[in-house]
C-alpha cells in the first residue's frame, strides 16, 4: 500500500492542476492579499486571519484534486488494473484516502510558510500546532466529497465538479472575502457552509478563542453527509467496474 | 483440491447475463498448467466476459470459477495470475521503471526489473513518461505489467488487437520466451493464424459455449474443412458417399469434397481407382470457424 501512496504522490506532484489550485494560487492570493491592504484590519492580524483562509483553500484544493484524480483513473482502466494485482480493494481504497490526506500537507505548509517568512506571522506555538492540526484533519470530509464525486461522475465532469465545488465552497466560506462583508442574506447562507465552519476553527484558535460549538457540530454533520455520499458513489462504481 | 496439483484455469456450466443477453452460456473448460490455450471467436462471442469471470472481475449468476483450485480474487491476491485487460490500464504521469516497480512491489516474488523490460523488449522506455508511448510500445508496458509478478497464469485479453504486423510479431516472440518457462497462458484472438501459430489448443468461443476445443488441426477437422478435389468424368454422385465425406460441390468438372477425415477420403478414392488431378486443401481456422459459428446458429 505504501508503493501505491508513494506512486501516487509522485503523480500528483507532476499534475499542474494540482501544483497550481492547491499550492501556487493560495501562496500568491495570500501574499497579494495581505500585501496590497485587501485585508480588513490591523496588518499584522490580517495575515494571521488571510494566512488561514488562503491554507484552507489550498488544503481544499487538494483534497479535491484528490478525489478527481479516481475518475480520471477509473477511466483509464487502471482500477481494475489494480484489481488485477495482489493489493486488496480495501488496500487501495485506504492508500487513496492516505494520498489525500498528505496531498493537502504542502498546501498548508506552502501558506503557513509564507505567512511566517514573508508577513513576519509570530503565534505562541500551542496555536501553530492546533492550527496545523485542524486544518489538516478538518479536511476529511472535502477529501469524502471530491471522493464521491470522482466515484460517481467521469473523468472530465468529475474534475469539473470538484473545481466548481471547490471554487465555491472557498468563496461561499468566506476563504477569499471575510464572510463580515458579506450582504447579511448571503452570510446567513455562509455560515452553514462546511468551509466556513472548517477555517472558522482555525481562525478563532489563532486569534486565542476557543472554536465554537456550532462549527464542530456543523463540520461533523457535513462529515456525515459526505461520507454517505463518497460510500454511496463507490457502491455505484463498483457495479460498473 | 490442493492447489498443487488443481487445473490453472477451471470453469464449470459458468454463466453470465447482461439483461437479456447470455454473454456466457453454461461453459465449462479446464486448462491443466503449463498449456498455451487461444481463446477464439468474433466479436460477443463471449471472450472477454469469460475472461472476466476467471480472473474474478466479475461474478459468474451461475456455475464457478477457480484458478488453481482457488477462488479467482483469492489465485489474484496470492499473486498466482496476472492479466493484460483488452485495453487501459495506463497512467498519466508515471514513468514505465515507477509503473512496473510500483507493481513488482505488490507481488511477493516478483521478477527483477532488467529481467521483466527484457522480457517485454521495453529498456529502451524505462525512463519515458507512460503517457507518451506509441500503441505497440504501450501494449508491451500493459504486458510487462501482466508478468512482473511472475506470476504461474498469465491472461491476455486480445493483445494483439490494436497493433500493426510488426509490433504483433515482437510481441509474441516475447510471449515465446515465457511459454518455454512452463507458464500457463491463456490469450483471445480473433486473428486466427495467431491461434494456430502460437497456441497448443484453440478453443472456439460462439454465443459464449465451447463450440470446438483441441489443436488447431483437430479444430478443423471438427469443421469437416479439408478440401479434396479430383477430376470426374461421368457419374460423381457416389462420391459423396465416401468415408469422411460431409459436403460435395461439383464445379468446372472438379469434384470438390468437404472432408472430416482427409486421409480416409483419399484412401477410399484410391481404392476406387478415381484419383485424377488430386488436390488436397487444409482450410485455414478462418474458414473453420466460419463453419463452426454457422453450424451453432444452424
Redesign the interface.
Known amino acids: 500500500m505504501w508503493g501505491y501512496v508513494r506512486l501516487e504522490l509522485t503523480r500528483s506532484m507532476r499534475d499542474g492542476g494540482y501544483v497550481i489550485f492547491a499550492i501556487v494560487m493560495p501562496v500568491v492570493m495570500y501574499l497579494v492579499f495581505t500585501n496590497l491592504g485587501l485585508a480588513p484590519g490591523d496588518r499584522h492580524d490580517a495575515a494571521i486571519y488571510t494566512m488561514v483562509s488562503m491554507a484552507a483553500y489550498g488544503a481544499l484544493g487538494g483534497a479535491f484534486n484528490n478525489g478527481s484524480g479516481i475518475a480520471e483513473d477509473r477511466a483509464a482502466g487502471w482500477l481494475r488494473q489494480l484489481r488485477l494485482t495482489p493489493l486488496t480493494p480495501a488496500q487501495v481504497v485506504a492508500g487513496k484516502v492516505v494520498t489525500g490526506a498528505v496531498a493537502v500537507v504542502p498546501s498548508i505548509a506552502a501558506v503557513l510558510l509564507a505567512g511566517v517568512l514573508v508577513n513576519h506571522v509570530t503565534l505562541p506555538p500551542q496555536r501553530w500546532l492546533a492550527i496545523v492540526a485542524l486544518l489538516w484533519a478538518g479536511t476529511v470530509p472535502f477529501s469524502l466529497l471530491g471522493l464521491g464525486n470522482g466515484y460517481r461522475l467521469s473523468g472530465q465532469s468529475a474534475a469539473m465538479a470538484n473545481i466548481a465545488t471547490m471554487l465555491t465552497l472557498s468563496i461561499l466560506g468566506g476563504l477569499w472575502v471575510p464572510v463580515e462583508n458579506f450582504p447579511s442574506w448571503l452570510r446567513a447562507i455562509a455560515e452553514w457552509t462546511p468551509s466556513n465552519s472548517y477555517a472558522g476553527l482555525s481562525w478563532r484558535i489563532a486569534f486565542g478563542d476557543v472554536p465554537s460549538l456550532r462549527q464542530v457540530v456543523l463540520l461533523s454533520a457535513w462529515l456525515l453527509v459526505f461520507g454517505v455520499y463518497a460510500v454511496y458513489g463507490y457502491r455505484r462504481a463498483g457495479r460498473r467496474a | 483440491m490442493t492447489t498443487k496439483t488443481a487445473d490453472a484455469v477451471s470453469l464449470t456450466s459458468a454463466t453470465k447475463r447482461f439483461g437479456p443477453v447470455r454473454a456466457v452460456d453454461g461453459l465449462t473448460l479446464a486448462i491443466p498448467r503449463g498449456q498455451t490455450v487461444a481463446l477464439l471467436g468474433p466479436n460477443g462471442a463471449g471472450k472477454s466476459t469469460t475472461i472476466a469471470l476467471l480472473?474474478g472481475?466479475l461474478p459468474p449468476d451461475s456455475g464457478r470459477a477457480a484458478l488453481f483450485g482457488l477462488d479467482p480474487e483469492q489465485a489474484?491476491?496470492?499473486?498466482l495470475?496476472?492479466?493484460m485487460?483488452q485495453?487501459?490500464?495506463?497512467?498519466?504521469?508515471?514513468t514505465v521503471r515507477?509503473?512496473l516497480?510500483?507493481?513488482s512491489?505488490?507481488?511477493?516474488a516478483p521478477l527483477p526489473l532488467d529481467r521483466v523490460l527484457a522480457l517485454a523488449r521495453i529498456e529502451d522506455l524505462r525512463d519515458r513518461r507512460v503517457d507518451r508511448l506509441s500503441g505497440g510500445q504501450a501494449q508491451r508496458v500493459r504486458f510487462a505489467?501482466?508478468v512482473c509478478?511472475d506470476p504461474d497464469l498469465i491472461v491476455l485479453d486480445e493483445p494483439t488487437a490494436a497493433l500493426d504486423v510488426t509490433a504483433r510479431r515482437e510481441f509474441w516472440s516475447g510471449m515465446r520466451g515465457l511459454a518455454g518457462q512452463g507458464m500457463t497462458i491463456l490469450f483471445s484472438t480473433h486473428y486466427l493464424d495467431e491461434a494456430d501459430e502460437h497456441a497448443d489448443r484453440v478453443v472456439v468461443l460462439g454465443h459464449g459455449r465451447v463450440i470446438a476445443d483441441g489443436t488447431s488441426a483437430e479444430v478443423k477437422r471438427a469443421a469437416a474443412l479439408t478440401t479434396v478435389s479430383v477430376t470426374a468424368d461421368g457419374e460423381s454422385a457416389w462420391l459423396a458417399t465416401l468415408p469422411g465425406v460431409r459436403h460435395m460441390e461439383i464445379r468446372g468438372g472438379r469434384v470438390h469434397l468437404r472432408s472430416g477425415d482427409s486421409d480416409a477420403t483419399v484412401m477410399a478414392l484410391a481404392r476406387a481407382g478415381a484419383v485424377r488431378d488430386l488436390e488436397v486443401v487444409p482450410a485455414g481456422l478462418e474458414d473453420a470457424f466460419v463453419a463452426l459459428t454457422a453450424k451453432e446458429n444452424a
Request: no cysteine; glycine share 20%; net charge neutral.
Open positions: 480472473l472481475l489474484v491476491r496470492q499473486g495470475a496476472g492479466a485487460p485495453e487501459g490500464g495506463l497512467i498519466p504521469r508515471v515507477e509503473l516497480t510500483f507493481v512491489g505488490t507481488y511477493a505489467m501482466a509478478g
